[in-house]
């Protein structure tokens, strides 16, 4: 069943859409899902990113799979689309550690992308669900600006 007021967000992909619409993406391990917003003007984005930073990859197509390329080009296009660069709100879920002998480290190193470039850009993260071992879906509400996360055995909360 299609719910045409949800927009779905795959992985390496962002949307960004307007009050009363819901993004949702699904599938965050060590992938991150991160939402801005602006409150003011009631406008949203989601952004569903695999990699910590664009400058180590052979490929440069995609900017929205790169935590830092995703995070400059959602905030672009947000300000493109109306919203206000000083009146952004930015969450960030995901970057859990889903093996557990794992030396990439993507999950730690998406976290840690997202929060320097955030601060680069003067981009305020309000609120945070971030690390642990499992996997997380959001769907994010342009009309108020909750982030409800979704886990299979750690039940759902609301930041």
């Known amino acids: 069943m299609v ?4 927009i779905t967000v795959g992985i390496g992909d962002c949307a960004i859409a307007r009050s009363p619409m819901k993004i949702k993406t699904s599938g965050l391990g060590s992938c991150l899902g991160i939402t801005l917003y602006d ?3 009631k406008i949203g984005g989601l952004l569903h990113t695999m990699l910590p930073n664009i400058k180590d990859a052979k490929l440069k197509d995609n900017p929205a799979k790169f935590t830092d390329a995703g995070i400059e080009y959602l905030v672009d296009e947000m300000i493109r689309r109306g919203g206000s660069i000083d009146k952004l709100e930015a969450k960030v879920v995901g970057g859990a550690g889903m093996f557990e002998n794992s030396r990439l480290n993507i ?12 601060k680069k850009l003067g ?3 309000i609120a945070e669900d971030v690390g642990k071992n499992y996997g997380r879906t959001v769907i994010f509400d342009t009309l ?7 886990t299979i055995l750690k039940g759902d909360k609301l930041i």
């Open 107 to 118: 999950g730690e190193r998406n976290i840690k992308s997202a929060r320097e470039t955030m």
């Open 123 to 125: 981009v305020s993260i």
């Open 3 to 6: 719910n045409s007021d949800i």
């Open 39 to 41: 409150r003011q003007k």
């Open 144 to 150: 108020t600006g909750d982030l409800l996360i979704k």
